[in-house]
């Protein structure tokens, strides 16, 4: 049997979570993640953090 193919819209942390829920369910199935945003995923609450030097843009990522 193939495995299941999974389309998640959107690649904010709420389609990551939606990811790795799907991933923890289903170690097999194809997982794909569509983004309109051109950088990685990442935590935008920490984006002060990055402002005041606290954390660099590679450390938010999710």
């Known amino acids: 049997?193939?495995?299941t193919r999974y389309v998640i819209v959107g690649g904010?942390?709420?389609?990551m979570a939606a990811a790795q829920a799907i991933?923890?369910?289903?170690s097999h199935g194809a997982i794909t993640v569509l983004s309109a945003e051109a950088d990685p995923?990442?935590?935008?609450?920490?984006?002060?953090?990055?402002?005041?030097?606290?954390?660099?843009?590679?450390?938010?990522?999710?």
């Open 1 to 3: 049997m193939a495995p």
């Open 12 to 15: 904010s942390a709420a389609g």
């Open 23 to 26: 991933r923890e369910l289903d």
């Open 41 to 62: 995923p990442y935590y935008r609450p920490l984006i002060p953090f990055i402002v005041d030097g606290r954390k660099t843009a590679g450390e938010i990522g999710l």
